[in-house]
């Protein structure tokens, strides 16, 4: 005798498969949910990787600008024989500043240097 399903093993059966399914859909939308989600993270990066840099040079441009006007006169060339090394390099934590006073006094003691070397 062959066994033929009744209306209530259909059903049975539906539910099961629908079990399957929804269970399947579960995990991709779970994992379409992680990728969005790393999406938005590297978003957020290549966002500070792009802003960062601009916030930075708002603050330290106008310092490194005001110290380079010393060494364009108003013609707009560079005068570099005077050039004040203090007012645009300046010592960082505790460490001595420059003995030279322009680009002449460190030319002049880079060339000295150089000759002490060739003895």
């Given at each position: 005798m062959e066994f033929t399903p009744g209306p209530s093993d259909h059903?049975?059966?539906m539910?099961?498969?629908?079990l399957v399914y929804?269970?399947?859909i579960y995990q991709?939308?779970?994992?379409?949910?992680?990728?969005?989600?790393?999406?938005?993270?590297?978003?957020?990066?290549?966002?500070?990787?792009?802003?960062?840099?601009i916030v930075a040079s708002l603050f330290f441009l106008p310092s490194l600008i005001k110290g380079?006007?010393?060494i364009v006169d108003p013609s707009g060339s560079l005068?570099?024989?005077?050039?004040?090394?203090?007012?645009i390099i300046v010592p960082a934590g505790n460490q001595?500043?420059?003995?030279?006073?322009?680009?002449?006094?460190?030319?002049?003691?880079?060339?000295q240097l150089l000759?002490?070397?060739q003895r």
């Open positions: 059903w049975k059966k539910a099961e498969d629908n929804t269970q399947d991709k939308v779970n994992k379409l949910y992680k990728h969005m989600l790393w999406q938005r993270v590297i978003s957020w990066i290549y966002l500070a990787i792009i802003v960062v840099p380079l006007t010393s005068q570099l024989n005077n050039l004040p090394l203090d007012k001595p500043p420059t003995t030279a006073s322009s680009t002449g006094d460190l030319l002049k003691q880079y060339q000759r002490e070397i």
